[in-house]
């Protein structure tokens, strides 16, 4: 393994990261935010919601424009983006400011994401073997650290732009700098990567435009898959505190403590789920996962008290975790010759997911309960096995009918981050 693509797969970890902790220290100060700008109980949903729909906005627009920058430059410049954004949210004044910040940060997420999972994707087929769950996992890390921060913040009763400005100030230079070794196919097939590698170069890589078509009936299984997931993860994290207090009886403070334990198990799970890809699989992986996912949903619909309520919620993020990186890499293998395409419009699905979850478990919970609004989740997350055998490695499409050599096999001896 080359020194470009290890500086690279670090450099674009470290992206990962700081998204995680750029997206935390919004959500989680969603009370301060309402306080702030005066926004109504009635009025916050739509603000909310109009984040979602902007990044899948976002997400589109980066599918087009990569067609004439490269993935690692729509990254480079989108992260300072988010979080400016976020600064701004955090120092205006008036809820217009606060409608203009959101809808910046919104579309410039749906831009940052869609990138960084295109440079994933892209090396972990330089690398050969499962990677794209690490990136994840450096989600989860920043997720962890900005919620962390968040508590700081509200602990201490500082002002928003107060809890946000160092972090903008350290986080942003940091970013810029690493974004330096950001890696794209076209670089690697510059310095000659893939001809090292086993992949094809040149005019047959030409032939292969990864912006090229891709046929929505095959992405489709990934997409309900992603959607799922993100049904899941948007009932932890917006219906955990409230499920634990009202529905199992505890108290306010534990109420805090399920998304806690949510993120940690989702942060081990994915630290560890490359390992699992490479052994056993991804339909292997996949379909553990989704019965984990499962089996954690049933427990917490069905606990008679708070601690057995977060064990669920802890079989939830063992489960969960593993979906949305697989089905991003699943992509990939799909479209090698389109993953940036695949991967812009299979994002958008990430945010459908987002905008189903939480309504819908709120109204199921209002018209019929709680306990048995977690059952519908835990029925849709079962999609994925259904359609687990989306995640098997497509054939060589250069003839032959075997898979793409691997770059573990192709360079023994040499060793990866």
Same mark, same amino acid.
């Given at each position: 393994?080359?020194?470009?693509?290890?500086?690279?797969?670090?450099?674009?970890?470290?992206?990962?990261?700081?998204?995680?902790?750029?997206?935390?220290?919004?959500?989680?100060?969603?009370?301060?935010?309402?306080?702030?700008?005066?926004?109504?109980?009635? @009025?916050?949903?739509?603000?909310?919601?109009?984040?979602?729909?902007?990044?899948?906005?976002?997400?589109?627009?980066?599918?087009? @424009?990569?067609?004439?920058?490269?993935?690692?430059?729509?990254?480079?410049?989108?992260?300072?983006?988010?979080?400016?954004?976020?600064?701004?949210?955090?120092?205006?004044?008036?809820?217009?400011?606060?409608?203009?910040?959101?809808?910046?940060?919104?579309?410039?997420?749906?831009?940052?994401?869609?990138?960084?999972?295109?440079?994933?994707?892209?090396?972990?087929?330089?690398?050969?073997?499962?990677?794209?769950?690490?990136?994840?996992?450096?989600?989860?890390?920043?997720?962890?650290?900005?919620?962390?921060?968040?508590?700081?913040?509200?602990?201490?009763?500082?002002?928003?732009?107060?809890?946000?400005?160092?972090?903008?100030?350290?986080?942003?230079?940091?970013?810029?700098?690493?974004?330096?070794?950001?890696?794209?196919?076209?670089?690697?097939?510059?310095?000659?990567?893939?001809?090292?590698?086993?992949?094809?170069?040149?005019?047959?890589?030409?032939?292969?435009?990864?912006?090229?078509?891709?046929?929505?009936?095959?992405?489709?299984?990934?997409?309900?898959?992603?959607?799922?997931?993100?049904?899941?993860?948007?009932?932890?994290?917006?219906?955990?505190?409230?499920?634990?207090?009202?529905? @199992?009886?505890?108290?306010?403070?534990?109420?805090?403590?399920?998304?806690?334990?949510?993120?940690?198990?989702?942060?081990?799970?994915?630290?560890?789920?490359?390992?699992?890809?490479?052994?056993?699989?991804?339909?292997?992986?996949?379909?553990?996962?989704?019965?984990?996912?499962?089996?954690?949903?049933?427990?917490?619909?069905?606990?008679?008290?708070?601690?057995?309520?977060?064990?669920?919620?802890? @079989?939830?993020?063992?489960?969960?975790?593993?979906?949305?990186?697989?089905?991003?890499?699943?992509?990939?293998?799909?479209?090698?010759?389109?993953?940036?395409?695949?991967?812009?419009?299979?994002?958008?699905?990430?945010?459908?997911?987002?905008?189903?979850?939480?309504?819908?478990?709120?109204?199921?919970?209002?018209?019929?309960?709680?306990?048995?609004?977690?059952?519908?989740?835990?029925?849709?997350?079962?999609?994925?096995?259904?359609?687990?055998?989306?995640?098997?490695?497509?054939?060589?499409?250069?003839?032959?009918?075997?898979?793409?050599?691997?770059?573990?096999?192709?360079?023994?001896?040499?060793?990866?981050?």
């Amino acid at each position: 393994m080359t020194d470009v693509l290890r500086r690279g797969r670090a450099s674009l970890a470290f992206a990962f990261l700081v998204q995680g902790v750029a997206f935390a220290l919004l959500v989680t100060r969603i009370p301060a935010i309402q306080d702030r700008y005066g926004v109504s109980d009635a @009025l916050l949903p739509a603000f909310l919601a109009a984040v979602p729909v902007l990044a899948g906005i976002g997400s589109v627009a980066t599918e087009r @424009l990569v067609k004439a920058v490269p993935p690692s430059r729509v990254l480079r410049w989108s992260q300072p983006v988010v979080l400016l954004a976020l600064l701004g949210v955090g120092a205006g004044e008036h809820m217009a400011g606060l409608a203009v910040a959101l809808a910046v940060f919104g579309l410039a997420v749906g831009a940052l994401d869609a990138s960084m999972n295109m440079l994933g994707v892209s090396l972990q087929r330089a690398y050969g073997r499962s990677i794209m769950l690490s990136f994840h996992a450096a989600y989860s890390l920043g997720g962890i650290a900005g919620a962390s921060l968040a508590w700081v913040g509200a602990h201490g009763q500082l002002a928003l732009w107060v809890s946000y400005l160092p972090v903008v100030l350290v986080l942003m230079p940091a970013a810029l700098i690493g974004s330096r070794w950001y890696v794209d196919q076209e670089q690697r097939e510059g310095r000659g990567e893939d001809r090292r590698q086993g992949h094809v170069s040149g005019p047959a890589a030409a032939s292969e435009d990864r912006t090229g078509p891709v046929a929505f009936r095959l992405l489709l299984p990934l997409c309900l898959v992603m959607t799922v997931a993100y049904i899941g993860d948007s009932t932890v994290s917006n219906w955990s505190a409230k499920y634990l207090q009202d529905v @199992l009886g505890s108290s306010e403070q534990m109420a805090t403590v399920p998304y806690n334990v949510y993120m940690v198990t989702t942060l081990v799970g994915r630290t560890i789920g490359d390992f699992g890809v490479r052994r056993f699989g991804a339909v292997a992986v996949v379909r553990v996962g989704a019965l984990v996912a499962a089996a954690g949903f049933a427990v917490v619909a069905g606990a008679p008290g708070e601690w057995v309520g977060m064990l669920g919620f802890t @079989l939830l993020g063992l489960g969960l975790c593993v979906l949305v990186p697989q089905t991003f890499a699943a992509a990939g293998r799909l479209f090698p010759g389109a993953s940036d395409v695949a991967v812009a419009r299979l994002n958008v699905f990430n945010y459908v997911g987002f905008l189903i979850g939480s309504p819908l478990v709120g109204v199921l919970g209002d018209v019929w309960s709680y306990r048995g609004a977690m059952l519908v989740p835990m029925v849709l997350v079962l999609v994925a096995l259904v359609y687990a055998r989306s995640f098997a490695p497509e054939p060589d499409r250069y003839g032959g009918g075997h898979e793409r050599p691997r770059t573990a096999d192709v360079g023994r001896g040499s060793h990866g981050l």
